[in-house]
């Protein structure tokens, strides 16, 4: 017996070593490849572009607002994931290339594109636009198209599929995860204090089943996006809108090849090498050569010049949630310097804010609103773009703009408020663990482990009431609209880009490229100023460090692991986030 403890401790002791030694190297190791990615991570030397080139969409990515591709370097380094395309970027290469003779064409690769919808959507007008102006070709190939792909890729003057290759089209759909069971196993309960009947953000935990007002709203702005995607890809490859919806309802990802052909939902069938020879031919390269392949990163980096100009119309990105604890999100602190050192800028002459939040902390949203007023006392033009999302605390910070623009399959509204505060009594009742409180104050002390009195909830609704007054008002005054107006259309209620303009939401249908011109129109600098880019980029190494070291080693060792770290970061936001919310939990899937 001796002798089998001796051997296994041996063992043991001899394991932690090992453990040791491979978590050293592999630190050792990663550290070296981060040193070589730091050293490249800021350069901005353009490749060389020679004749007869192609513009190369890889769609094995996703589509981001900001630029941070030193941290991309990293995370793609550390979990195997896929890097990503700044928007601006891939829409700017796209235009380039309409002009740049240098360039004969452009070539989609579908490969499971991740992006939001409206993103998608405005890489899809850029390609349009080069299709009907450039006078020059786009072809689009793919094993296997995902719908996000299929929708890009669509615009193609020719579009070809792998021989066994897929072609998926469902329509949209929005699956929201309900908590309630879950929560009253283990003995928490949520109490829940709200305005507007249509705030489903709250539902999840107070709820098994979706509520008809959910339903309700889910459905009609899923229908209204979905018939944005289905007229874009009909006016594209020729295919009645009813019909495309039909194909939709008929599993068509499992449907051969042939099938897909007939319904001219491609134009043929090759396999990949076979692709590279029709481009090759297409840009008279000899057979034996490589294709001439740009990225749009390194079409961006040819871009000539800025022009020198001491007007500057300055775009601040209001992108993620709104929550001070979270340094990754939208924090007020940070968002109300730069829009104070806009507004002290005399060179800045104005202000687009490109939002893609669906809102949260309701305080925070508040500060950045104030913030904006008082940027809007310089008489400077304040104007906003609105991406995938605007909603709740996203549309709270936009509704005091001059102007705002937002596309089709924006989500946005959702003027609204909740509160949220969990109960553990019976999880810690199960566990034998009690709490006593001796109080100089009635109802002074509200605690998580104990239920609320009816005191407090009464006043917790009664400051809940009071933030919806104050959401409701700050959207009146911003959108110039009676206050029983803006009440009759909020509620909570979620709305897409096009019905938001016809109710008085949003002012205009377009991009960030139109927010930006309105600005200079407006200013009647069109032809003399410059764009900069507000929050500066984070540099390498604080980026590295914030977003990375806590889970490097979880990365490292298993990227399945996310789950758990995203769900941890859930449990984090619900115990530290603000009691009073204007956010909007809904996720759309194209």
């Not at 901005?44 to 080139?53: K, Q, R, V, Y």
């Not at 006016?235 to 001219?264: C, H, Q, T």
């Not at 460090?545 to 449990?571: C, H, T, W």
Request: glycine share 6%.
């Amino acid at each position: 017996m001796k002798q089998f403890w001796t051997v296994s401790l041996g063992a043991f002791v001899g394991s932690l070593v090992a453990l040791f030694a491979f978590s050293a190297l592999t630190f050792v190791f990663t550290f070296i490849a981060i040193i070589g990615l730091a050293s490249s991570a800021d350069s901005t030397t353009a490749p060389l572009i020679e004749d007869n080139s192609i513009l190369y969409i890889d769609l094995d990515r996703e589509i981001i607002e900001r630029d941070n591709q030193s941290a991309d370097d990293i995370y793609t380094l550390m979990s195997g994931k896929r890097k990503t395309y700044v928007l601006a970027e891939l829409i700017s290469a796209i235009n380039q290339a309409k002009d740049d003779d240098r360039i004969k064409g452009i070539y989609i690769k579908g490969d499971g594109s991740m992006s939001g919808i409206t993103s998608s959507y405005e890489v899809r007008q850029a390609l349009v636009d080069f299709k009907e102006n450039a006078g020059k070709w786009i072809y689009a190939y793919a094993d296997s198209y995902s719908q996000n792909d299929y929708y890009l890729a669509s615009v193609a003057d020719s579009l070809f599929v792998n021989p066994e290759g897929i072609i998926d089209m469902h329509g949209l759909y929005s699956s929201i995860p309900y908590y309630k069971g879950l929560l009253d196993n283990v003995g928490v309960q949520m109490q829940v204090f709200k305005v507007g009947k249509f705030k489903s953000a709250v539902e999840p935990y107070i709820l098994d089943d979706m509520s008809n007002e959910n339903r309700l709203q889910i459905n009609q702005f899923l229908t209204s996006i979905w018939n944005t995607i289905k007229k874009d890809i009909s006016a594209s490859r020729g295919i009645d809108v009813d019909e495309l919806n039909s194909l939709a309802d008929s599993v068509l990802m499992l449907k051969p090849v042939d099938f897909l052909i007939s319904k001219r939902l491609a134009d043929g069938s090759c396999y990949e090498f076979e692709m590279d020879e029709r481009l090759k031919e297409l840009t008279d390269i000899d057979p034996d050569d490589d294709l001439r392949m740009v990225t749009p990163k390194g079409l961006f980096l040819n871009k000539k010049s800025q022009r020198r100009s001491s007007n500057k119309i300055a775009v601040l990105y209001a992108y993620g949630e709104i929550d001070s604890n979270s340094p990754d999100q939208i924090v007020a602190k940070d968002m109300t310097e730069c829009i104070l050192d806009a507004a002290d800028d005399e060179d800045i002459k104005g202000l687009v804010m490109r939002v893609n939040s669906p809102g949260g902390s309701a305080f925070d949203s508040e500060q950045i609103w104030a913030a904006l007023e008082k940027y809007k006392k310089t008489d400077k033009p304040f104007v906003v773009s609105m991406g995938d999302y605007a909603a709740s605390g996203g549309y709270y910070i936009s509704c005091g703009a001059n102007r705002i623009f937002a596309e089709p399959t924006t989500l946005t509204g959702s003027i609204g408020i909740f509160g949220m505060v969990p109960n553990l009594k019976n999880i810690t009742t199960k566990i034998g663990l009690s709490l006593k409180t001796v109080s100089t104050n009635s109802d002074n002390y509200m605690s998580i482990m104990e239920p609320l009195t009816d005191f407090q909830k009464h006043e917790m609704q009664a400051m809940v009431n009071r933030g919806y007054e104050l959401f409701t008002s700050r959207c009146a005054e911003g959108r110039n609209m009676p206050i029983d107006s803006i009440k009759s259309i909020a509620e909570g209620r979620v709305w897409d880009g096009e019905t938001a303009l016809k109710l008085g939401l949003v002012d205009e249908i377009g991009d960030i490229k139109a927010a930006i011109s309105y600005v200079a129109n407006s200013l009647d600098i069109a032809d003399d100023y410059n764009v900069v880019v507000m929050p500066e980029p984070v540099d390498f190494f604080t980026q590295f460090m914030n977003d990375y070291m806590q889970e490097a080693g979880a990365r490292l060792f298993s990227p399945e692991f996310d789950v758990v770290i995203d769900a941890r970061k859930q449990i984090e936001r619900l115990v530290n986030s603000d009691r009073m919310q204007a956010r909007f939990n809904c996720t759309v899937k194209l």
